[in-house]
């Protein structure tokens, strides 16, 4: 496609979401009004299916999991299937009493009403190449308590059906930085069970973490969480914190693996920002945290788009993060996502069929 051409239908993709501003508004604010802890997100769902059936096949209920959806998006045109990742979750954080509160402070309301208004305005557009599907992941804090026992939804969807016939993935999430991220710290979760207090234990500082600890009748519970380069690095690390800690129970919950962007999907997703006037940053780091989009990357060809806040940026998992995300800021960013997102959809399915 030539600049002008190109130029032109980002315009137009560009004007189609910004069209859709009050479905974005709406899904944004309900989810972050109406917070709700891994695998237990249903009236976020029910939030993001009321607004995609005008325009999409909703499928809500997939692989054994209530909370995991497929919105379909049939183009008017032969093409790739391109997946949006909707994530609605949000963080677990302690109480003084020791329950657990559900806190928006990771920016899922804007993620969830970016995928909607940007879906949504292809619709509107009507001339599709190829399909879009909206991905409804649930569980993308993995250290919720559900997410523990059960696993994230990405990856228990790479074993069913979530994931099926999509030939890319782009996923648009708040971030330090603006642009593609290329790469993350792998994650392990590893349950223990010890008869010492696991806070006690003189563990590698940034490489191994005591996350929930529970006292038991005759001794220790605790989730462990380790940090690696790589898949050897993180069975390098567990070796050594298995070695320091002396646990007598050791149970591998899961892995969240590294980042990794395919270059096509990447490209067209810088592509996006350049032609919205969204300017990247020159140098991207890896992630210092992991989430099981990881595992996704390494089987479908992917890129994660970052979108940074102005001045000292986004609190995420911070005590500021979710007044932020209920902003006016929050808001602008949702709208700035969708047509990252619509545009980099449109991108893709176009010079697949061309």
């Known amino acids: 496609m030539s600049g002008r051409r190109a130029d032109a239908r980002f315009a137009a993709v560009a004007a189609a979401v910004a069209a859709r501003r009050a479905d974005i508004d709406r899904v944004t604010a309900a989810v972050h009004a109406r917070p709700e802890l891994a695998h237990e997100e249903t009236e976020a769902v029910a939030a993001l299916a009321a607004a995609l059936q005008h325009g999409l096949t909703v499928r809500i209920g997939i692989d054994g999991m209530s909370t995991a959806f497929r919105a379909t998006l049939e183009g008017a045109h032969p ?18 009493d020791g ?5 928006h402070s990771c920016g899922h309301g804007p993620i969830a009403g970016a995928v909607v208004g940007a879906a949504l305005a292809l619709a509107d557009l009507g001339d599709l190449h190829g399909s879009v599907v909206v991905v409804g992941a649930p569980a993308d804090e993995l250290v919720s308590p559900s997410a523990i026992r059960r696993g994230g939804g990405k990856t228990l969807g790479l074993q069913g059906e979530l994931w099926r016939g999509i030939d890319h993935v782009v996923y648009v999430h708040p971030e330090s930085h603006t642009g593609v991220w290329r790469a993350s710290r792998w994650l392990r979760l590893i349950e223990v069970v010890s008869d010492a207090d696991p806070r006690g234990w003189e563990l590698p500082a940034g490489q191994v973490a005591v996350g929930d600890v529970e006292s038991l009748a005759d001794g220790w519970r605790a989730v462990l969480r380790v940090f690696g380069g790589s898949a050897d690095e993180l069975d390098e690390r567990e070796e050594l914190a298995h070695a320091l800690s002396g646990a007598h129970g050791w149970t591998v919950l899961g892995t969240a693996e590294g980042l990794r962007a395919d270059g096509r999907v990447a490209a067209a997703a810088e592509d996006a920002l350049a032609g919205l006037g969204i300017t990247a940053d020159p140098v991207i780091p890896p992630m210092p945290f992991s989430t099981d989009f990881g595992n996704v990357s390494r089987r479908i060809p992917s890129a994660m788009v970052g979108l940074a806040r102005d001045g000292d940026g986004w609190d995420v998992h911070g005590p500021d993060g979710a007044e932020q995300f209920a902003s006016p800021e929050g808001a602008a960013l949702a709208r700035r996502a969708a047509a990252v997102l619509a545009v980099t959809a449109d991108i893709l399915t176009r010079r697949e069929t061309s």
């Open 99 to 103: 329950d657990v509160a559900a806190v």
């Open 79 to 96: 093409g790739c299937t391109v997946g949006l990742v909707a994530v609605y979750d949000a963080v677990a954080v302690a109480t003084e």
